[in-house]
């Protein structure tokens, strides 16, 4: 397994950079637009390097949630939302941590992990 994350993306820096703005408006790409390539990209790569031995891709919620390209190998990983049923619906593999921020093992009481 890899855990490649994709939490916490905030693209608006890419439309701040004057090359990457440039690489966007020419392939008339959105923040999500560029989000999509990019993990599409990051994706093949793995695979093509792990030749027939494809490991395991885990993302965060968020890559899910933007459209981002999940293959069969691909699994979703939860940790803002314990609606798991797009993923499924989708014959997408699943891991379950929301409601337990892994660093503390436990809710937080007071904190935006806390459901």
């Known amino acids: 397994m890899i855990h490649l994350g ?3 993306v905030v693209g608006g820096c890419w439309s701040e950079d004057k090359d990457i703005s440039a690489y966007m408006k ?3 790409l959105s923040i999500s637009g560029l989000w999509k390539e990019w993990h599409k990209g990051v994706y093949d790569g793995i695979d093509e390097v792990a030749g027939g031995n494809k490991p395991y891709l885990v993302y965060w ?3 899910f949630e ?3 390209y999940f293959g069969e190998n691909s699994i ?3 940790w803002t939302s314990t ?3 797009r993923a499924i619906n989708n014959n997408i593999k699943v891991i379950q941590s929301a409601s ?3 660093d503390k093992m436990h809710p937080t009481p007071g ?3 806390f459901f």
């Open 6 to 8: 994709g939490d916490e």
């Open 26 to 28: 020419s392939k008339g």
């Open 61 to 63: 919620n968020e890559a």
């Open 66 to 68: 933007n459209g981002n």
């Open 76 to 78: 979703v990983h939860y």
């Open 83 to 85: 609606d798991k049923s």
């Open 100 to 102: 337990w921020y892994l």
């Open 111 to 113: 904190s935006h992990y």
